[in-house]
């Protein structure tokens, strides 16, 4: 593999071992990337510049990462960013003040509160935030400044799936310069590429599914256009929002294993959903591998397949939540999703708390709803431990 253009012939776990890693790239062939420490380069001669010349532009070691990354999302180009809500930022700020933006209320909470407080708080942009799942409704608010349209798909912690495709195609209609943004973070490169289905630029956080193991904090933008990555690579390098090289080392660590992970987190998520569904303890639940969810067909379509995520509403109200979540042992309760462990999180009393309770009854999150990242440990042990948390709550 000599460039990160190849990979249309090659499988997604060549990709993720060796994409942006060729041995020969580095001075002992080492096969592993080296973490480069260096913030300085040398100069062969005064006004010849060196491919690096100072680790905040650019780094061997986050090259070969976001070459690997470009690669997985099947994009030709990938600029990587010290979190996921830096990656939202850097593709904001290619707007200017004074341009319009649409953005799915179903967005993840960092990215809608750097928009609200930010962008347009600070620095003149305007917005729009509205249900993309009314696709009439979302195509009457993009107006003529409209410059950018953003929403993830499936959306936290309701997981609804937007139908990328047919956003694609409202928005181009309207005007083909507009720029469509897909947060991929839930779905991971594995399961969905938005830039097969028409969108301009892919954002993840790599905090997630894609480092894989709770221990990186980063994120990713991605895109096919020369002009559009020159823009985000020249944020990157002013903005100076970039990850550390031991970071990157860590996150093409993770990567290597992302096809097998993504694999083992949809087996456990559909066994742990079709038990769920059916327990007594359960009121209600949604999870994108079930044919119960309302956008299983769309998802077949657009993705291959589910995340690791369950929603679920125990059964007698906050309390019985509350007495579920203390009483899990292996699942830990903590924010965030997407590493090997399984977690457990309380969104209206964690990542959902600073809304208004009318705002989160909006957006679905009522008090019993608990959030679970299903990681990659044995699924009988992950059911034990559900089940006898469940009896905990019975006896309650
Ligand atoms: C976590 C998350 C983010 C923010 O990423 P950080 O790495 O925590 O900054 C953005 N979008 C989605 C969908 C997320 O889950």
Sequence with gaps: MSSNHDHSLIGFGT??????????????????????????????????????????????????????????????????????????????NLLQAGD??????????????????????????????????????????????????????????????????KVVRIVKEKNPKILVVVDNTFASPYFQNPL????????????????????????????????????LRRIQNVGGSIPSPFDCWLALRGIKTLHLRMEKHAQNVKILAEYLEKHDGVEKLVCVALPSHPHFELNNRQASGAPGLISLFVKGGLEKAT?????LKIFTCAESLGGVESLAAHPSQMSHKELSREERERLGIKDHLVRLSVGIEDHRDLIADLEQAFKKVQEL
């Design 100 to 165: 319009h933006f649409v953005v799915d209320s179903g967005s993840y909470g960092g990215t809608l509160r750097y928009m609200k407080d930010i962008c347009v708080g600070k620095h003149g942009l305007l917005s729009t935030v509205t249900d993309f799942l009314d696709y009439e409704h979302f195509a009457e608010e993009i107006k003529e400044n409209t410059k950018l349209v953003f929403f993830e798909t499936p959306t936290n912690p309701m997981l609804n799936i937007i139908d990328i495709s």
């Design 196 to 231: 097969s289905h028409g969108a301009d630029i892919v954002v993840h956080s790599m905090s997630k599914y894609i480092n894989g193991h709770s221990d990186v904090v980063m994120g990713a933008v991605m895109t096919n256009y020369p002009e559009i990555h020159q823009e």
């Design 323 to 327: 007495c579920f979540l203390n009483s």
């Design 15 to 92: 990709i993720a071992v060796h994409a942006g890693q060729e041995p020969e790239k580095w001075d002992s062939n080492q096969v592993v990337a080296p973490i480069s420490l260096s913030t300085t380069y040398k100069w062969e001669r005064a006004g010849e510049k060196p491919n690096h010349t100072y680790s905040r532009s650019s780094n061997p070691t986050r090259e070969a990462l976001q070459q690997c990354l470009a690669a997985l999302e099947k994009a030709k180009y990938a600029t990587v960013y010290s979190s996921g809500v830096a990656a939202g930022m850097a593709a904001l």
